[in-house]
């Protein structure tokens, strides 16, 4: 669905290759389709979404790109009370995960859950969201919940639209 009134926070990130991020000034790509997660139980959904949204084109990682018009990104959001074992949760993901392709996209928020889900007009964190949002914060369209093909096709026309 459209974006409603939704707009990213400014947040800070980092990718499990360590890199830190200002969120959404520095985004990746012009047009990000986040694929966002707060529970560790919902990977087999995010694997999911970016399975399909790649087989539908869209770039799956910022690795080794620069000027990228879009890409993938997987947002996992955890309380800010977690921040003092980010070294540790960070690092088991990174450690499990080993795939460079897969840990330049995975970019890890630490801070006000509750706050980060009324900014992007998420109302449960039971299920996985996507939003596709560009640098200044916009976010054009959203979704909460399974990957599906009608979904997935009308996130492959936004971003093949340009400009968004």
Known sequence: MPGQDWVFP???GRDLLGTEFKLPVQFPADVNVTVIAFQQWQQSQVDAWITALAAAGIPETPLDASGMKSCILELPVLSGKFKVARRFIDGGMAASIKNPTVLARTITIYGSVGDFRESLGITS???VSVRVVTRAGAV???TTGAANA???GQIRDLVA????
Do not use: M
């Open 150 to 152: 009608v979904e997935v």
């Open 125 to 127: 964190t039971g299920a």
């Open 10 to 12: 400014n947040v800070i």
């Open 140 to 142: 054009k369209w959203g």
């Open 161 to 164: 639209a340009d400009p968004l």
